[in-house]
C-alpha cells in the first residue's frame, strides 16, 4: 500500500472525479459515502456545493459546515477515495446516523488497507479543528468498515435501524 494525501477538490481534477464516481455505478453502487453528493450532481455543480459547504457563511441551510477531500495516490495521482468531515452534528440526519466523518474507497482499490489511512488522515484533521471526538455510522454488515473505525480507536456505543431497516452501528472515536 502506498501513502495518501488529502487533497481538495479543484476543477482539474474533474476526470478524475468523474472516472471515480463511474467506478462506484459500474459496480452497481448508486451510493458513494461520504462524497457530499456527488454521486448525485454533476461535477462542477458538486465542486460550488463542496466549496459553499465548507464555509459558514454559505454552508446550506440544511446542512453543517464540512471540509470534502478526495484520497489521492501521490505516486501516480490516482483518486483512491473520498472523505466529508463535518465540523459538527448540527443536522437531524448526521447526529442519529451520519456522523462527524463519512467516507469511500472506490471498488477497484479496496481491501488493500486505504480505508483505514484515509480515516486516520481524517481524524488528524478532526483534531485540527478543534473536535475532542467524533462520531462515525455503518451498517452493521459492512464489516470492512467497522474494522476499519475499530482500527482507528473506535468505540461501538449503538446499534439502532437505519431508514432501510437495516441495523446501523454508532461507533465514537474520542481525539
Known sequence: MEDLSLVRPTSALKSKAND????FFDFGEPVINGSALLDQLEFDDWLIHTQKNSR???????????????????????????IDIRHNLNNAFLLEFGGHIG?????????????TQMLKLALAYAKSIGLKKVMLGCYADNAASYK???????????????????PMHI???TL
Open 56 to 82: 459558514p457563511e454559505t454552508v446550506q441551510p440544511n446542512w453543517v459546515v464540512s471540509n470534502t477531500f478526495f484520497a489521492v495516490r501521490p505516486q501516480d495521482g490516482q483518486l483512491i477515495g473520498m
Open 20 to 23: 471515480f464516481k463511474q467506478e
Open 148 to 166: 476499519t473505525i475499530l482500527k482507528c480507536g473506535g468505540i461501538l456505543t449503538e446499534t439502532k435501524p437505519y431508514a432501510d431497516g437495516k
Open 171 to 173: 461507533y465514537w472515536i
Open 103 to 115: 467516507y469511500a474507497v472506490r471498488p477497484s482499490e479496496r481491501r488493500k488497507g486505504y480505508a
